[in-house]
C-alpha cells in the first residue's frame, strides 16, 4: 500500500507546485525555495516524521523532505550536545543529497557541453 | 496601438495554458518519481539487505545521478517543459538546477564560470531552507525541549 500512497503524496504536493506557478508569477526557484520553508515548519510539529511513517520513502523525495532533513538532523544534534548542536546538526542528513547534486553536476559537467 | 486594444487581440492569437491538464500531468509524473523512489528503497531492503536509513540515502543518491545524467544529455530541459512543477518539486528539480547552471556558465572557466555559478539557481533553496530550519529549530529547542 505503501506504494499507492508514496504515488499520492508525491503527485499532490507537485499538484499544489503545478498550481502555484500556473496561477502566480512565481518562478521555479520561489516554489522550491517555499516548499522547503514549508517542509521546514511542517516538521517543526514532528508532522512530516508522521508523514513518512504513513506514506512510505516516497515522502522523502519532494523538495519538502530536504526542509525536514534539516531541520531534524539539526534537533537531533541539538538535543545530543546542546544549542550549538542546531548549527553543527544542519547538514547532517542533507548532505547525502547536496554533495552527491555536486560532485555529479561538476563530473558531468566535465564529460559534456551545454546544448547550444 | 494602445495596450487594451494590444491585449484584446493577443489573449485571441496566444494559445490559453490549460490549467487542469498541467496540474494532471504535474501530479502524475511527480506521483511516478514518488513511486519510483518507494520501489527503489523496498528493493534494496528486501533484496540486496541494505538498513533503511542507507536505502534512503541511496534511493535519493541514485535519483540525483539520473537527473543530473539526463540534464548533461540535454534531454532533461525538454521534458521539464512537458511535466513543469512534475519534475520541478521532486530532488530531481534540484539536481537538475545544479548541474544545468555549470553546464551553462562553463565556458566561463573553472573558478568564475562553473564555481561561481554552480549555486545560482540551488542557492536560494539551500538559503532559505537553513534560515527556515534555524528559526524553527530555534523556537522548537527553546520552548519545547527538542
Known amino acids: 500500500m505503501t506504494f499507492l500512497y508514496s504515488f499520492l503524496f508525491c503527485g499532490f504536493v507537485c499538484l499544489i507546485g503545478q498550481i502555484i506557478l500556473d496561477n502566480t508569477k512565481l518562478t521555479p526557484g520561489h516554489v522550491t525555495s517555499l516548499f522547503v520553508v514549508i517542509g521546514a515548519f511542517l516538521d517543526s510539529f514532528g ?12 515522502t522523502l523525495v519532494p523538495i519538502t523532505s530536504f526542509g525536514h532533513s534539516l ?46 | 496601438m ?32 514518488g513511486f519510483l523512489g518507494e520501489i527503489i528503497v523496498v528493493v534494496l531492503e528486501n533484496n540486496f539487505n541494505v538498513e533503511h536509513k542507507d536505502a534512503t540515502s541511496i534511493m535519493i543518491v541514485i535519483l ?20 513543469k512543477a512534475g519534475l520541478i518539486v521532486p530532488i530531481t528539480g534540484f539536481a537538475h538546477a545544479m548541474t544545468s547552471s555549470m553546464l551553462d556558465y562553463k565556458k566561463e572557466g573553472f573558478v568564475t564560470g562553473i564555481g561561481a555559478n554552480a549555486f545560482k ?20 529547542y527553546l520552548f519545547f525541549g527538542g
Open chain 1, 47 to 58: 508532522l512530516y516524521d508522521k508523514f513518512i511513517k504513513w506514506f512510505g520513502s516516497g
Open chain 1, 71 to 116: 531541520i531534524h538532523g539539526a534537533l537531533a544534534k541539538a538535543n545530543e550536545s546542546g544549542i550549538l548542536g542546531l548549527l553543527g546538526g544542519m547538514f547532517s542528513l542533507t548532505s547525502v543529497g547536496i554533495v552527491a547534486a555536486i560532485v555529479f553536476g561538476f563530473i558531468l559537467t566535465l564529460i559534456f557541453k551545454a546544448k547550444d
Open chain 2, 2 to 33: 494602445n495596450k487594451e486594444r494590444y491585449k484584446e487581440i493577443t489573449s485571441k492569437i496566444v494559445p490559453k495554458e490549460d490549467k487542469v491538464k498541467n496540474g494532471i500531468i504535474a501530479f502524475l509524473v511527480g506521483g511516478l518519481i
Open chain 2, 64 to 83: 540525483i545521478f539520473i537527473a543530473s545524467l539526463c540534464t548533461a544529455l540535454g534531454f532533461f530541459d525538454n521534458l521539464v517543459v512537458k511535466a
Open chain 2, 121 to 140: 539557481l540551488t542557492g536560494s533553496v539551500i538559503l532559505y531552507g537553513v534560515v527556515a530550519a534555524y528559526v524553527f529549530g530555534t523556537i522548537r
